[in-house]
Every structure is written in structure tokens, then in C-alpha cells.
């Protein structure tokens, strides 16, 4: 299995506690991200609040461009943007847009969030006929679940 994390369950793996998304690396062949990634990356870096919140940050971006590969380099889905952005504009963020758009090029792909907003779109009977529309497959989609980091 080609899983494709989006920023979500990357902060959420990484940056977070009790993450369910382990399980599913275990049993994955690779495992990507989506250049915007990067760029939602930063902007936490930039919105630190503390130096050990900038540290575990930039260490994420770090991880995320040593140990994961990026999706997208070699095919930009422009078509499925545009489509998807058309047909489902006020239910999800540009960015969220390039990730899925690239999950859905990529076929066989399997997309894995902690955003139940993205979740509930890709997973929607709207979504799967949009896409069907277009002899497109809709990607299989994972909600992923982790805790927020307790301040001692």
C-alpha cells in the first residue's frame, strides 16, 4: 500500500501522542507527502510560540524531506485541481485541494488525514460521482486520529 499523508497526519504522527497512524506504516510499501506540505510546515515553524515548539517544528520539516517522499514531482495534476476546486470550492483550502488532486492522479494511492473535513469530502457519495464523472477513481481515504501533547 502507497500511502500519501497530508500535513495533518504528518503533525499529528510526529508532533502529537497516541497517533493511530503506526499501524498503517507498518503495512505500507512508501509513504509521501505533497510539496505544500512543506510550505503548511512552515508556516508553524513561523508561528512558534516557544523554542522547544520551534524545535519540534523544524525537526518535523526535517523528517518530512529525509524520510518521506514527495508526491508530484514528476506529474502536476493541474486537471484534477482545477475540477475538484470547481465542483467543491468552499468545502476545503487550495492546498488541501493540490494533496487530494494528487491523490486522485495517483492511482492506487491511498490517502491518509486527520482533517474529518477532508475526510467527509473525499469519502462523500458527491465526491465519488464527481470523480466518476471524469472515469477518474477516488482514492481510498484513512482518518487518522492522534492526542495533543499534554503541558506538563
Known amino acids: 500500500m ?4 497530508d500535513t495533518s497526519a504528518i503533525i499529528g504522527w510526529l508532533e502529537r501522542t497516541n497517533s493511530t497512524l503506526p499501524a498503517m506504516l507498518a503495512e505500507s510499501e512508501s509513504v ?4 505544500v506540505t512543506l510550505g503548511e510546515l512552515q508556516a508553524g515553524v513561523e508561528r512558534a510560540a516557544t523554542e522547544d515548539e520551534l524545535e519540534m517544528r523544524t ?3 526535517r523528517f518530512t ?3 518521506l517522499q514527495a508526491v508530484g514531482h514528476d506529474v502536476l495534476p493541474y486537471e484534477q485541481f482545477g475540477f475538484l476546486t470547481a465542483r467543491f470550492s468552499q468545502k476545503l483550502s487550495h492546498n488541501d485541494f493540490w494533496i487530494v ?3 486522485l492522479a495517483s ?11 477532508l475526510f467527509a469530502v473525499v469519502s462523500s457519495d458527491e465526491f465519488a460521482e464527481a470523480v466518476a464523472s471524469r472515469s477518474w477513481v ?4 484513512h482518518l487518522v486520529t492522534s492526542s495533543p501533547v499534554r503541558a506538563i
Open 2 to 5: 502507497r500511502l500519501l499523508l
Open 32 to 35: 509521501d507527502y505533497h510539496p
Open 59 to 61: 525537526n518535523t520539516i
Open 65 to 67: 524531506q529525509s524520510r
Open 101 to 103: 488532486s494528487s491523490a
Open 107 to 117: 492511482v492506487g494511492c491511498t490517502l491518509v488525514t486527520e482533517d474529518a473535513k
Open 138 to 141: 477516488r482514492p481510498a481515504c
